[in-house]
């Protein structure tokens, strides 16, 4: 499958850090190499990357979701799991590797599991860390496939959070 050509303006979600504007491009010549960097900015964390587009696909740089993978997502959020009795620590890690595939059903998972109601008990440091790192790559990727402020997001997103 050949990579993607993505649009300047275009928004794209670059795994590791989530939902970024494309700027433009780059060329640059390196020891004889002609080499095209993709510009992405990504203004929440005040960050521009630079990566070469013929490594786009493997880093997994991708369009936006479609809004049916963001209405899957959501109906995720309402889906009610048992708690696993696996170590912190173990989790914590699954967590990670959920958050950095930029998959929203995936980030989406994350979220549904730290979830806690009012009522329920406290949320160690690490917890919550974790369960605001998934909320935010999944309400800016929401923000930009609905066209949202971040806020509409965040209600839409806690909504699905509530109605399970």
């Keep these: 499958m050949a990579a993607k050509n993505f649009k300047v303006g275009e928004y794209v979600v670059y795994p590791a850090h989530g939902v970024g504007k494309l ?18 900015n990504f203004e929440k964390d005040k960050m521009v990357l630079r990566l070469p587009k013929e490594k786009a696909k493997n880093a997994g740089l991708r369009a936006l979701s479609s809004k049916k993978e963001m209405e899957d997502a959501l109906k995720m959020l309402s889906i009610r799991t048992k708690p696993r009795r696996v170590m912190w620590s173990r989790r914590a890690q699954e967590y990670e590797s959920k958050i950095n595939s930029g998959l929203p059903s995936s980030i989406a998972e994350v979220i549904r599991d730290l979830y806690r109601r009012g009522n329920d008990t406290e949320q160690s440091y ?25 806020q509409a997001a965040i209600e839409k997103m806690e909504y699905s959070l509530r109605v399970a």
Excluded: K, P
């Design 23 to 40: 700027i433009g491009s780059e060329s640059h010549n390196i020891a004889g190499t002609e080499l095209v960097l993709l510009v992405i």
């Design 126 to 150: 690490s917890e919550r860390q974790i369960y605001q790192a998934a909320v935010e790559r999944f309400v800016r990727e929401l923000s930009a496939v609905e066209q949202l402020d971040e």
